[in-house]
């Protein structure tokens, strides 16, 4: 789930009621072969906003608390790292300045910590790649999770009847993988103490369960002081999220693999796959991306009759066109973007238009009918991916 998700569950909970606050008009960024790729968190509850240097030049401003960027593209090397308050630069910075080494290729999380009232305020940096360096994503997700909520107990995580990690300490993060899995309840507690509640993550009673997909990678950030007030003494922070695998095809496989559902559709993309693999998209599409791409779920492609299905996958170049009917050129990272796009014609000709939001925000229609959920995956090429519940995008 800009995607957030903790998503169709943190989204309810606490992302949603952020999300005004946290969404960045920032560009995502790819890297070429002498950068590295950062994204920038805010964590100073009550913070002022702050601008982000990387030695002189500015790569972010204005960043609001509990606010999360998009990938920006910086040169490798070694720099000096400013969070300064915005306007004022690197002369009077909020932290005294940091090293900054950034490896090409690689992918960082710099978070802004600390508390105000202590003056501890500090920069965090997360070299991600190095983090999920060996861990097979085709089978794994991967979290990585910064208590920065001053006064709280260690925090641990139960979500699906299951343990994640465990007693996180204030000023720690962790950095782990975990087998893909589908969940209604979940929760973060004091300890392992599943009746002192922190943060509660429960589906009950909505339309709508969480998951957590092969390949992906979340950062979440925990801010504030506790105890006192949810959402406005302490706060889980806006998320950042993306997916590291190779195409479209690969990650739909991968989903595959795993009996997830969001509450609502099953997330199996069977048929999607073997399309997708008949007119060989991955292909057709080349590298001439970003794209934009509306994943069909096999209930989308099972709202056809049998026999449209079977003429279809009977004829290659109808096939193809169907498939390109899920493609527009561009990447679109939020269902705002579309929505301020008014109406697209996809690279199979077809026009897709954005027509409102439901199911509390964490789906939108296109189209009038066909339900999306509503974050997007963000792979390294800078193509976002939706999933499409329900029906397909016909011409």
């Known amino acids: ?7 169709s569950i943190l989204a309810i909970s606490c992302i949603v009621a952020l999300l005004a606050v946290c ?13 590295a790729l950062v994204h920038v968190i805010h964590l100073i509850n009550g913070g002022p906003r702050v601008d982000v240097y990387v030695d002189d030049v500015r790569i972010v401003k204005s960043l609001k608390t509990a606010s999360f960027t998009h990938f920006l593209a910086v040169e490798a090397g ?8 915005t306007g004022e630069g690197t002369n009077n910075a909020v932290t005294a300045p940091s090293e900054l080494s950034l490896e090409a290729g690689h992918r960082y999380t710099l978070a802004l910590i600390g508390q ?6 500090h920069p965090l940096i997360i070299d991600e790649t190095a983090a999920v ?39 720690q993060y962790s950095a782990q993988a975990f087998t893909p899995f589908s969940y209604t309840k979940g929760r973060a507690v004091a300890g392992e103490n599943l009746s002192d509640v922190i943060f509660n993550f429960d589906a009950i009673g909505l339309e709508t369960g969480g998951y957590w997909e092969p390949y992906s990678v979340y950062v979440y950030g925990l801010m504030g002081k506790y105890p006192g007030t949810e959402n406005v003494d302490y706060i889980f922070a806006k998320s950042a999220a993306y997916v590291l695998a190779p195409d479209v095809v690969a990650f739909a496989n991968a989903m595959n693999s795993y009996q997830m559902t969001d509450g609502v559709t099953n ?36 709202a056809l009759p049998k026999d449209q299905r079977a003429a279809l996958f009977a004829d ?13 050129k561009g990447a679109l990272t939020t269902y705002d973007d579309l929505r301020k796009a008014k109406t697209i014609t996809t690279l199979g000709g077809a026009t897709i238009s954005y027509t409102g939001t439901e199911t509390h925000g964490i ?7 066909l339900e999306v959920n509503g974050f997007g995956y963000e792979f390294p090429d800078g193509s976002v991916v939706y999933l499409l519940r329900n029906k397909l995008i016909a011409p």
Do not use: C
């Open 133 to 171: 360096a060996g861990v097979d994503l085709s089978h794994n997700f991967f979290r990585i999770i910064i208590n920065n909520m001053a006064g709280s107990p260690p925090i641990s995580f139960f979500e699906g009847e299951r343990w994640l990690e465990k007693n996180l300490e204030y000023g």
């Open 78 to 85: 070694a720099h000096q790292l400013y969070f300064t308050p």
């Open 23 to 35: 969404q960045m008009n920032l560009t995502p960024a790819s890297a070429n072969e002498r950068q």
């Open 267 to 302: 997330l199996q993309f069977t048929t999607f796959a073997s399309a997708a693999e008949q007119i060989e998209l991955t292909q057709l599409l080349g590298e001439e991306g970003p794209y934009t791409i509306f994943l069909p779920t096999d209930a989308a492609f099972n």
């Open 116 to 121: 105000q009232a202590d003056n501890s305020i």
């Open 1 to 7: 789930m800009f995607s957030p998700k903790f998503r």
């Open 363 to 369: 789906t939108f229609l296109i189209n009038d009918t």
């Open 316 to 328: 290659k170049d109808q096939l193809r066109t169907l498939l390109l009917n899920h493609v527009l």
